[in-house]
Structures are given as structure tokens and as C-alpha cells.
DNA sequence: TATGAATGAGCATTCATTCAT
DNA sequence: GATGAATGAATGCTCATTCAT
């Protein structure tokens, strides 16, 4: 029973999170239970409604970038090349997820998505700060300013384009956020 | 009567632009309607649908980019200067029209809209086409990747963010878009 | 000005004719404007509503129906052949004007429609009564059976059928409508 | 469950029924559902859209008059009889069905409603036949004729008008249809 | 607990009629 | 008188959420 209930479980946030991904925050319910293959009343059971079960999966999203960026900065990585990778994975996801891309900008610091956002955000601000500290970040930039800068662009995109250009906007604006004078390959 | 009309179809005009920037292309027509102090039908006597109000919209407001990209081809402005003067007022627009930046960057080539589209899209490519001769653009851009560049981030942000802020986003892509080894002030 | 008006009543009438003839009773009121050459405002100058103005053309329709009745009561023909060619007349209208064909059937007697409708059926009774009185039609049949049997055939078309058709309709319900035995051609 | 939703189907359906036959295909859903006690999501839950209900309904009432014809042909019944037995069918059903009436004359050959229409009309098609080469029914008429002929009276006739009337009316365009001479009770 | 049917507020659009110019 | 813009009630349909089975 408890195995069967999980077992649903797992199934609803792996289907929430292939339609969420596909169409954004406005995907339909009835849709992430068909192909989740149960019906609507057990998405309900096991998420209040559509923005607990939305909010599940940016969270479970936001904990890989979390995962990232905890591993780069324990591993003393270098602290430019650190933050480059943290936001090549912040964007990776919100390409991967419209979703993402569409709510993770504009989190507020309240629930328990807060909570995550503001982890987030903390570890963020340490990664800009050493990379500025290191010199090869300009220091007129935040933690706050990285979501609009990333993400953007998913938002600003149909739907299926390619990794490759997604790759070069994230260079492109790595580029824009190095210190000038500092330009060795980003 | 004329006069009357003209009035009423700048007051719809007028409430569109408002709660459209403000709500993005989902808003309501009665919200339109409320705003500009008429009844729904007339939104309807003046454009027959909610696309082709939005639509009208757009196009407004893409002609003022189209003007500013003119002007600062036909005065020779220096190809860099001239290229971020005009994604200033791109991005600007989108700052200030939430529904622009939503519909812009994902537009068709069909349609009015999609000649409109087609207009700016030239005068982009030859925008980038001078800076990039001139040295001071990276060779690896096109007119197509700046949309989602300079808009997605106005995507990204919640509806009342502050100019400044968003000029310094613009600021940043545009530094990223320098050619490496051309670093003037931009 | 009179003329005028007189003159703009007449185009209001000749555009409601081909315009309800074709579309029935749902015809737009603006539809009728243009095809006049007026503003709606003019219809509803000469017509308190739509009612009315339908009213108007189906009682001047009726007219003509009137009109052949009493001619051919008054020119003594001989009774079946009267009281065919007076259904074949209605059933003409009727094709030509599928708003008639819908509204004359179910009118009541009341208001100026009522009276003209009953002059057609007080001389529909004249004609029915000589035919069965000179033997040739039927004795179960009165006049309030005739629109529905003459006129559903229209209703039960579709818009652009072939007049031929129509008046071999016509010629079977006449059949149909002669008494047993009398049978030379009707 | 199932059962629920059967009842409720058969709800709407019935209500459905009553409300289409009085009021014609344009009744309005929202009378459906309440008629049917349900709210009008449960209509759309059932069908997908107004069309689809209503095309459900006529083909459920084209069903019983294929049964009808059928049962004629299988039976070997006398042709004229069999003949006049169909369309007295057809005729009680539009006589109750005012939805059904309207539809069916016009009803084009594509879609399932296409279909049970190709159906009807071939068996139609061979009892007209039928009947002709028996020398019962006038040679100069096509299955085609017949919904016109015996739907229209009733489009052409107050919503309550009694069955006895109706029926006389079949009568006397089967009469018509009758080959001249060939005058034993139809 | 799962199911999936039922609910009903919400929204774009139409069109007869009114009324300011 | 004429114009045609404005009104606003009406209608088909959607979808998040609830709840009977």
C-alpha cells in the first residue's frame, strides 16, 4: 500500500515534470495524469494542487543546482570556472524545463520554495563573490542578477531549439560578466 | 463622431497598452475594456479579435524600433554605438511591455506582424553585418540570437523591476557580445 | 428630404428582401445596412426592429399572394386550376425567400402580420372550398393545412436547389391533395 | 462509478432530447444542463462539443429508422407498404424531434452522421425501388425527394401540433407519391 | 487509496438595439 | 434624418478542483 502510493508518486512527478517541461506553468493537470497513467484525484492526494505539485518539481530541480554548486565550492574549484559551471546547469535545466525557466526568476522568498531559493541564492552570492574576489568577475553584479541574465533566453525561445545555440547565449553572457581585462578563455 | 471614435479607439489602444504590458498577452478583454472605460464591444468594433488588438500593439511598437534602427543607419553612427543604441530601445520597450517581450521574440513570419518582424529582422543583420566589419562585434552572432538575448531577461524578471537594473543587463549582454581584444568603452 | 426618405426606406426594404431571403429570419441587421448603403441606425429609422422589418417584407410578400388569389376568384377560373396556381405562387415566394418560407407557417393572428395573414387564409378557404365543392380535392383538407404542406419543402432544402425540383414538390402534393378518382392532370 | 457516470450520460442525453426537440439545434447547452440536472462540464465530459451531442442524438434516431426500414425489407413486406411504414417512421420522429427535422434534410455525407445518412438513403434508395417496379409509386422520384417532402411540414409548424394532423399530412403526400392509376388504399 | 465524473467560474466573441454627433 | 460607434447580455467551451463510488 505505502509501496503503491509511492510507486504513484514517483510516477505523477515524472510525468509533471516531462509536461510541466514541455508546456510551462500552464500545462494542464488532466495532462500530467494521463501520462502519468493515473488519474487526476491521485495528483490531488498527493499534492495540494497544481502550484504544490509545480513547486515540487522546481524544487527537486533547484536541488541539482544546489548539488553543483555545494560540489564546486567544496572542491575549491577555480572560482570563475566554478561559477561558470553552476550556470551552465541553472540554464541546462531551464532548457530542459519551461517550467523552470518560467517561475524560478520570479520566486519569492516565502514557502517552502523560498526556502530553496534563498539557499540557492546564498550560494550563488559565494560564488560571485570569490569569483570577483579572484578579479574575473565585475563587481557590479549579484547573486539576484543571474536568474534574469540565464534564464532568460529559454523564455525568450520556441520551444525545441537547439542545445548548441542555448550554449553560446551562455557564453555569451559569461562573457559579459568577466572583468574586463581579465579575458583569458571563460 | 469621428472625433469620437478616434478618442475611444486611442482610450482601447491606450488600455491595451497598459494591462497588456502589464499581464502579457493573457489578459483580459473586459480588463481592457475596464480600463479604458467602454464596453467590450467596442474593443471589438475596433479590432476584431484579441490577437489582432495585441498584434496592433506590437507592430506600434516594433515601428519604433524600426525608426530608431533607420535613423541610426541613415546618420553613419558608428556601427557599435549604432547597434547598442537600438537594443537599448529594443530592450527598453520590452521593459516597459511585458507582452512585447512575450510575443516578439517567438514571432512567425506570417501575417502583418510577421512583416513587421521581417523588417526589424533586416535591419538587425545589417546592424550586426557593420559592427561585426568594423571589428567590434563577435563574428559568431546573428540578428536571430538577439532577441532572446536582450528580451528573455525582461521575462525573467518580475513585472516592476527597475530600469537601472535593466540597463545594466543590457549593458552586460552587450559586452558579451564585443569582440574579445575590442575592449573600448561600449 | 421626404424623397430621400421615401428613397432610403426603399433601398432598406430591396437590401432586407435579398438579404433575409437568403440567410432566413437570422440575417444580421448590419448585413442589411451595407447591402442598402445606409448606417443600421436607418433601419431602425424606418423600423422600430427587426420584427418589424421582417414583418414588413413577408406581409408585402403576402400582398402578392393576395393579389393572385383575387384575381383568379374574381376572374371565375376554374377552381382546381385556381387553387394550384395560387400554391404554386406561395410556393415560388417561399423559394425565393427562405425568410417567408420560415415565418409565414407559424404565424399567429395577431398584429398587422395577423391580419394579412388572415386575408391569405380567409381566400385560401374561398379556394379550398370551391375545389371540393367541384369535386377535385380532397374533403379533409382546410386552409390552415396548406402552409405546411406547400411550404416545409423549402425549409427542408438546402439554400440553392433547383426550381425544378421545387415544382415537382409541388406538383406531388397537389397529387396528393386531389380527390380520388378526379384524376386528370392537375 | 460507472454507473454514476452511465446515469448522468443517460441524463443529458434525455434532457438532451427533450430540449433539441423543442428548441431546434440551436438550443442552448447551459438549458441542457439544467434540464438534465447536472452542470454543463458534465455535458462536455460526454461530448466534445454542442455538434457532437446533437449528431449523437440524430444518429440514435436515424438508427431506429434504419431498423425500421430493415425490418421491412427483411420481412419482404407488400413494397408500397413497406414504403409508406418507413416514412411514417421518419416522419413521427421528426414530428417529436424538431432538432431532427431540421438536421437531417440538410445533412451533408462526410462525418458519422454521413454515414447513417448513406445509410438511410440506401435503403431508401430500395424501397423507392421497389415500390416502382411493383407500378405503386410514380417513376420520377428519387430517395432524395424524400426528406424534403416529408420533414418539411414539420419545420413548417408550431412546436405542438397534433400527431393526428401530422399524420394526415403523410398521407397525402403518400398519395402523391402514388403512381396515377394506380388508386387502391395506400 | 485510487478513480474519474461533476462542478462552475471564467473568457472570447457576437449582435440587436441605443444614442451622441 | 442619417451616421456608425457604443452598449452589454448572451453563449459555447475550458480546466482547476472536489467528491461520490
Redesign the interface.
Known sequence: MRADARRNRLKVIGAAQVVFSEHGPDARMEEVAEKAGVAVGTLYRHFPNKEALLGALIADRLGHVIEVARDVLDRDVEPWEAFSRVMRRLTGIAHEDRAF?HVV??LGDEGELGEAKRTVGGLLEELVHKAQEAGKM?P??GAE?L???F????????PGFSPA?QE??V????????H??A?EPG
Open positions: 525557466a526568476p520570479l565585475r557590479d553584479v542578477d536568474p534574469p541574465l534564464m532568460g533566453m529559454v523564455l525568450a525561445t520556441p545555440r553560446r547565449y557564453q555569451i553572457i559569461l562573457d559579459g560578466l568577466r574586463r581585462g579575458h
